[in-house]
């Protein structure tokens, strides 16, 4: 006699249901119901194809689809029950369906396995979160943008070392941000061309007998093939994989930006006022005013890199096909993506709201002795010193500022000349700041005239 608490899909071989433990270590439906409309139109897509091939009839196939919708709508109208002893998303939604529709429920499983199936969800799922990070960088990338094409010809310390080293712009420092996450998205768009095939039909590990069209699903379910391998189709997580680096290299991009707008913000600074709206203050020192927002994006990507580890660790001893090892999937990838979309809006937000500090900005890029470089061009290029004699003269130059606790552009040319004789009155020309960045027009350079065309360029391919 059957035991009535074994598992009622798969439980013929059981005389009894499973130990609490095991159903506590067993069952994914407290995190993977976040893939019920992913599910739902895997099943649906499959029933179409089970009637069109003509595996179910088409009466069959018409309720398993329209008794699919009543569970999502269910679902989604929060009146689903979920059952820890129907383990995961797929057995619960299948044995809704059957108490909606009767028998025609069990032919649904036909042809397919939870295997293909939960690795067809997850693909769908993580598509879309590719397409949202896709929408989220985006956005980032127009505010930064805006800030570039409004200060592209503002001037600021550019550092080395976090040292002072050379006057750069505002703009061309949003600019370099432009291009890191631009290269997010271009590992972003790499990773949804390459993860756009449809593991449906590989079933358990080893294809069907039955004649399924993977053709037709994959279509439906917007894919651009079948996968070719059942064996590698229920047992690949690189999709996942690849969106948790991508996600680690855009964390750890965000994460750099947080750290400079923790700087830029502190009082020794004040090069950015950040928002009140992106700001906290303290409970004690009532004239804070806290860069939170930009900590925790700097602390989150911890979680991110984690995930990638994570599953990468789960994944490295695998025999094939499939282990229920690769259940532990899901949580890892759901908690990096939702961590990810929140630093990117929290960022764009900042990003967006931020103002900075022209002023100050102006008087740190003349600080530092940062225009020495530009002395040093001079010397080569007026006097025809060779660069290593002129970098030497230069340092002296700078000995001597420093030790009249002065900047070189305050060195009086009698000064200049007890150095070297040389030198003229033009010299000085180079040691302002907005000459030193205009004349940075080699390709990639800081020169407003330069970032201003990189911003069309961008504007230009974003469309
Ligand atoms: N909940 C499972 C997972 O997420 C579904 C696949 C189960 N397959 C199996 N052969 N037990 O991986």
Redesign the pocket.
Known sequence: MTDTTSNQM?GGRFAAGPDAIMEAINA?IGF?KRMAAQDIAGSRAHAAMLAATGIVSDSDGEAMREGLLTVLSEIEGGSFEFSTAL????MNVEARLKEIIGDAAGRLHTGR???D??ATD?RLWVRDQLDATEGALLALIGALLVQAEAGAEWVMPGFTHLQTAQPVTWGHHMMAYVEMFGRDLSRVRDARARMNECPLGAA?LAGTSFPIDREMTARELGFDRPSANSLDAVSDRDFALEFLSTASICAMHLSRMAEELVIWSSAQFRFVALSDRFSTGSSIMPQKKNPDAAELIRAKIGRIFGANVALMTVMKGLPLA?S?D??E??EQVFDAADNLMLALAAMEGMVRDMSANRDNLEAAAGSGFSTATDLADWLVRVLGMPFRDAHHVTGSLVALAEGKGCDLPELSLEDMQSVHGDITQAVYDVLGVHNSVASRMSYGGTAPELVRAQVARWKEMLG
């Open positions: 798969w994914s993977d383990e995961d998303i797929h396995s939870r295997n199936q939960v997850f358990a499939y229920k690769m259940q999937d899901k």
